[in-house]
C-alpha cells in the first residue's frame, strides 16, 4: 500500500525558500515517477515538477522552470520540492503524486497515488 506524507509546507514572503518533503512508503520505488502538483482555489490541479525514482531527468511546468528543484533521497525515501524566489501566485495546495509507470505525463490523472497535500502561502 502505498503511502505519500507531505510537509514542509506554510506562509513566505515574496522572494522567500520553501522545501517540501514527500515522504513514501509501501513499496519500492525504483520503477515510480514522483511529482509535485498543485492547486490553487479555484482552478485546476496543474503539473509542477517530476522525476522517475530511479534517477535521471527532471521534468518541470514553465512557471517552476528555473526557481523549482525536485529532488529525492533513497535512503530517507523521500522526494524533496526546493521551491526559491517564491512569488504570490505560487499560492496553492501541493501534492505529492506517484504512478509505477516510466509512462505519464503532466495529466493528474496518469498518477494514481497521491498525498494529502500541504499547504503554500506566498504573501505580496
Known amino acids: 500500500q502505498v503511502q505519500l506524507v507531505e510537509s514542509g509546507g506554510g506562509l513566505v514572503q515574496a522572494g522567500g525558500s520553501l522545501r517540501l518533503s514527500c515522504a513514501a512508503s509501501?513499496?519500492?520505488?525504483?520503477?515510480?515517477?514522483v511529482a509535485w502538483f498543485r492547486q490553487a482555489p479555484g482552478k485546476e490541479r496543474e503539473f509542477v515538477a517530476a522525476?522517475?525514482?530511479?534517477?535521471?531527468?527532471?521534468y518541470y511546468a514553465a512557471s517552476a522552470k528555473g526557481r523549482f528543484t525536485i529532488s529525492r533521497d533513497n535512503a530517507e525515501n523521500t522526494v524533496y520540492l526546493q521551491m526559491n524566489s517564491l512569488k504570490p501566485e505560487d499560492t496553492a495546495v501541493y501534492y505529492c503524486?506517484?504512478?509505477?509507470?516510466?509512462?505519464?505525463?503532466?495529466?493528474?490523472?496518469?498518477?494514481?497515488?497521491w498525498g494529502q497535500g500541504t499547504q503554500v502561502t506566498v504573501s505580496s
Open positions: 509501501g513499496q519500492s520505488f525504483s520503477s515510480y515517477a
Open positions: 522525476m522517475y525514482w530511479s534517477g535521471g531527468s527532471t
Open positions: 503524486a506517484a504512478v509505477r509507470s516510466h509512462n505519464y505525463n503532466s495529466n493528474p490523472a496518469s498518477f494514481g497515488y
